[in-house]
Nanobody, 115 residues
């Protein structure tokens, strides 16, 4: 079983920045895809950014140019650098890690963008 621990959420003013981290531990044979999803109140969970084991990335249109996903394979950790934050970025952000025999989710970290 793979456990995920997220950190870095919080309250930030519009235009500000936050960096989310997610560390995976447990029975990890290999990691294929690491990603971040978010769910705002009253809305469905949506993909924000993903990164493959080869380093290929994909972003939601709403965050392109503002968010950057990266990973440290040695630490089994994925990061999400969020710049130029907007009120519509307010949501619970979830980390997701997928491998050959698992698909794990973090518990979520709250990001609130407000003045």
């Amino acid at each position: 079983q793979v456990q995920l621990v997220e950190s870095g959420g919080g309250l930030v003013q519009p235009g500000g920045s936050l960096r989310l981290s997610c560390a995976a531990s447990g029975r990890i044979s290999s990691i294929y895809v690491m990603g971040w999803y978010r769910q705002a109140p009253g809305k469905q969970r949506e993909s924000v950014a993903i990164i493959t084991d080869g380093g290929r990335t994909n972003y939601a249109d709403s965050v392109k140019g503002r968010f950057t996903i990266s990973r440290d394979n040695a630490k089994n950790t994925v990061y999400l650098q969020m710049n130029s934050l907007k009120s519509e970025d307010t949501a619970v952000y979830y980390c997701n890690v997928r491998g050959p025999d698992y698909n794990s989710w973090g518990e979520g970290t709250q990001v609130t963008v407000s003045s």
